[in-house]
């Protein structure tokens, strides 16, 4: 009885912290500024079509575990490949590269300028040259990662703003 129990609460623990990943993925969603219509902003950034565009391959590929070196939903992904997945499959040409070369192919902006739709890149999150991860910003200083699994981070939390290191914005 006793193990019936301790199952019980487990479960109901899992079910109560899915729930809540979930009301904090809807409420990052809900709170993104609307964009123009046009494919880009004037100031370069992604159209509202476009971050649609976007934001749905990032929405289809939560949970999608993290494997070193990969690149598609059915082998895993790296952080680089995820962005470079996301890229791709919504009209850009990024190939395949590392953090540090989509740094070398996007524009340089600030935080002040960075838009849902940005890169947001990192140093020294493992020992690499250069950009280490690359993540895709959402606004309200959140992003998607793909740690383990692609989920979404605070990019001000303790970990990730000893890392911070810039912001990009790529061109179609």
Same mark, same amino acid.
């Given at each position: 009885?006793?193990?019936?129990?301790?199952?019980?609460?487990?479960?109901?623990?899992?079910?109560?912290?899915?729930?809540?990943?979930?009301?904090?993925?809807?409420?990052?969603?809900? *709170? /993104?500024?609307?964009? +123009? #219509?046009?494919?880009?902003? $004037?100031?370069?950034?992604?159209? =509202?079509?476009?971050?649609? !565009?976007?934001?749905?391959?990032?929405?289809?590929?939560?949970?999608?575990?993290?494997?070193?070196?990969?690149?598609?939903?059915?082998?895993?992904?790296?952080?680089?490949?995820?962005?470079?997945?996301?890229?791709?499959?919504?009209?850009?040409?990024?190939?395949?590269?590392?953090?540090? *070369? /989509?740094?070398?192919? +996007? #524009?340089?902006?600030?935080? $002040?300028?960075?838009?849902?739709? =940005?890169?947001?890149?990192? !140093?020294?999150?493992?020992?690499?040259?250069?950009?280490?991860?690359?993540?895709?910003?959402?606004?309200?200083?959140?992003?998607?990662?793909?740690?383990?699994?692609?989920?979404?981070?605070?990019?001000?939390?303790?970990?990730?703003?000893?890392?911070?290191?810039?912001?990009?914005?790529?061109?179609?």
């Amino acid at each position: 009885m006793k193990a019936q129990a301790t199952n019980g609460r487990a479960a109901g623990k899992i079910i109560r912290c899915m729930l809540a990943a979930l009301l904090v993925a809807a409420a990052v969603f809900a *709170g /993104l500024p609307s964009r +123009s #219509q046009a494919a880009y902003a $004037a100031d370069g950034s992604l159209s =509202d079509a476009t971050w649609e !565009e976007v934001k749905g391959g990032i929405e289809d590929l939560m949970g999608t575990p993290y494997v070193w070196g990969g690149s598609t939903p059915e082998t895993g992904f790296d952080c680089s490949g995820y962005v470079c997945w996301v890229y791709n499959q919504n009209g850009y040409n990024v190939g395949r590269t590392t953090a540090n *070369g /989509l740094w070398n192919k +996007s #524009q340089h902006i600030s935080e $002040a300028e960075a838009k849902p739709g =940005d890169l947001v890149f990192f !140093e020294g999150t493992y020992d690499t040259p250069g950009k280490s991860h690359v993540g895709i910003y959402l606004g309200n200083g959140m992003m998607v990662s793909a740690g383990d699994p692609i989920k979404y981070a605070n990019i001000h939390s303790s970990y990730w703003q000893k890392y911070l290191s810039g912001f990009g914005r790529l061109s179609k």
